[in-house]
């Protein structure tokens, strides 16, 4: 059994069909890319999946369990941590704070707060050194006190990554991680992805428009286009297939 | 450690017994009136931080939920306690035997406004932003409006706390041992809520909603946790109110009263409780403090809310706060 299982999925806005009939399987610890042009529903299907939207028809199975409609914070106690296409941190919080927020959300206790208790003093150090832990294995070591919206980009979406991370996930959804990233920050994710699916054993879906980004980090690509899977394999057999040449870059006609 | 924090309790106990009994004496009742209105407005707008600056849920209507635990606590002491009171003052010290009811009273007032807050935050707090602010408003002229129609606590005379079946018993709590009791307890807890990892949901919440659901915080009962707190604070600043004036009526908590509490939260900076604190004392003093100028008095007040807006969009504190290490790094 796949960790995640997607059959039969159909969403609907309204007239809009954003996704129709989609299949998709991610096994554990597995690296999978999710491509397509603007609009093919890369990101709806994600939403679908961390339960920001809710299935139209068909069914999103985590682990076995049926998760198509359930509340998208009950869906990351579950165990799928996402990241967003246009970073979504808690940029008032600072770097450390914004991954405690996520180790600490799923088992909030108002009155030990309040009280105080030894065992409460332990538990708060425990989260600190945990949270500064998770930011040195992702080389923010050095800004974790700083303010996350004054962060650089690129470690804007490192550390959108680490606050994922901190939810304890087994599968990671990466939106554009690397949008916005120059070569060598580039690099440094795609190393990261390799180590992230080898250190935390994660399975990883990434929504990637840059196909060479994903070629030899992916051993799957599923390409969308108009909410419909057009053709799914090896990245190189993907890269070589008619539909996906047609739909990247039109007929070779041109009209239509 | 702990040993030593009953050592902090026992002295900042003291402390407020003893200004208890010598405030009184060094102040005219005039000015003593204005510092017990002081706490109570600091109590309010520190437990309004909670929901507006911390969680960033725009509530306009705090005053109806002073309303409610100002009623309740009133009509819980004339028609419940002042009997209770008889019987504690026959067996203890007239100061024990008030000591040892008044917690009861601001309690009831508190729980009651809290059950209100919860009732009220459930439906509305599924809203957002203009809305929110809209239905919170509505909702408090309801709870005033029907408080008025209710004849037993005195309907649009007023309700004066003097039980028929006791009329010996003194209802009236005006010293501000209680009061500063309670602004303590308020700032305390509020304090160690919202700066704890799990009172980081809070921000998380104000600061990014989607983001903040999406790492497993639960944010709509985050936010009715927020609301129902603040509402419990907000009750018993009712209930220190109704208690020390002795008479209560819905015309102190009209929307203006919310507005004015929410001008406190505002100007001391949202997410900061030190700034609440701080704001709610400046603006419940200016207009006493302006009297002498007649009727150019709330031109002034109005003014002086006008430029601090200008010169400190974010407040006079921002979201920082004012407490021991900011001191630190202030003197050295």
């Known amino acids: 059994m796949a960790l995640l299982e997607i059959r039969n999925l159909t969403v609907r806005f309204g007239g809009l069909t954003s996704i129709s009939e989609l299949d998709f399987d991610v096994e554990a610890g597995g690296v999978v890319a999710l491509i397509g042009p603007n609009g093919a529903g890369k990101t709806t299907a994600f939403n679908v999946i961390t339960g920001v939207y809710a299935p139209t028809e068909g069914s999103v199975r985590f682990e076995g369990r049926e998760i198509g409609g359930a509340k998208p914070f009950a869906i990351s106690q579950l165990g799928i941590g996402r990241t967003f296409q246009n970073i979504r941190l808690f940029r008032g919080l600072t770097a450390v704070e914004n991954v405690r927020t996520a180790l600490a959300a799923s088992h909030r206790s108002g009155i030990a707060d309040v009280l105080r208790p030894p065992a409460w003093r332990r538990r708060e150090r425990a989260l600190a050194k945990e949270a500064r832990a998770l930011l040195e294995k992702l080389g923010l070591q050095r800004v974790a006190d700083a303010g996350a919206g004054g962060l650089p980009y690129g470690e804007q979406r490192l550390l959108e990554i680490a606050r994922a991370l901190a939810t304890h996930p087994r599968l990671l959804l990466l939106d554009e991680p690397a949008a916005g990233m120059n070569p060598s920050e580039k690099q440094g994710l795609r190393e990261l992805v390799a180590r992230l699916r080898d250190e935390f054993g994660l399975a990883i879906v990434l929504i990637e428009h840059d196909v060479r980004f994903v070629m030899d980090l992916c051993e799957r690509v599923t390409v969308l286009d108009h909410g419909e899977k057009i053709a799914e394999g090896a990245p190189e057999a993907v890269r070589q297939d008619a539909r996906v040449i047609e739909a990247y870059l039109g007929t070779s006609g041109g009209a239509s | 450690m702990s040993v030593r924090r009953w050592i902090a309790v026992a002295a900042v106990a003291s402390a407020l017994f003893a200004l208890d009994a010598f405030l009184p004496r060094v102040l005219n009742p005039y000015y003593a009136t204005i510092v017990i209105r002081i706490g109570i407005a600091v109590i309010a707008a520190v437990s309004l931080q909670l929901v507006n600056g911390f969680t960033g849920q725009f509530s306009i209507g705090h005053a109806g939920f002073m309303a409610v635990g100002a009623y309740v606590s009133a009509a819980f002491s004339v028609y419940v306690g002042a009997g209770w009171l008889e019987g504690l003052l026959g067996v203890l010290p007239p100061a024990a035997a008030r000591a040892v009811y008044f917690p009861f009273a601001l309690v009831a007032g508190g729980l009651a406004a809290a059950v209100a807050g919860l009732v009220v ?186 430029v601090t807006m200008l010169v400190r969009p974010q407040g006079l504190l921002g979201t920082r706060e004012l407490d021991l290490s900011w001191l630190r790094r202030r003197l050295g």
């Open chain 2, 121 to 306: 935050g459930i439906p509305a707090l599924r809203l957002r932003g203009d809305y929110l602010a809209i239905a919170t408003l509505g909702f408090a002229e309801v709870i005033r409006i029907a408080i008025l129609n209710v004849d037993a606590v005195g309907g649009a005379r007023g309700f004066p706390l003097a039980a028929h079946d006791h009329p010996a018993v003194d209802l009236r709590f005006e010293g501000f041992g209680p009061v500063y009791a309670v602004v303590l307890v308020t700032i305390v807890v509020i304090a160690r809520l919202v700066y704890s990892s799990g009172g980081l949901s809070f921000r998380a919440v104000r600061e990014d909603e989607i983001a903040a659901t999406s790492i497993g915080v639960p944010a709509t009962r985050v936010k009715v946790e927020a609301f129902v707190v603040a509402s419990f604070f907000a009750g018993v600043a009712g209930a220190l109110f109704s208690h020390s004036e002795g008479y209560v009526h819905t015309n102190s908590f009209s929307f203006l009263r919310s507005f004015e509490l929410v001008a406190f939260v505002v100007l001391g900076g949202l997410g900061s409780i030190t700034g609440a604190v701080l704001a709610a004392a400046v603006l419940t003093s200016a207009p006493e403090l302006l009297r002498g100028l007649g009727e150019w008095r709330m031109i002034l007040y109005s003014l002086l809310l006008i």
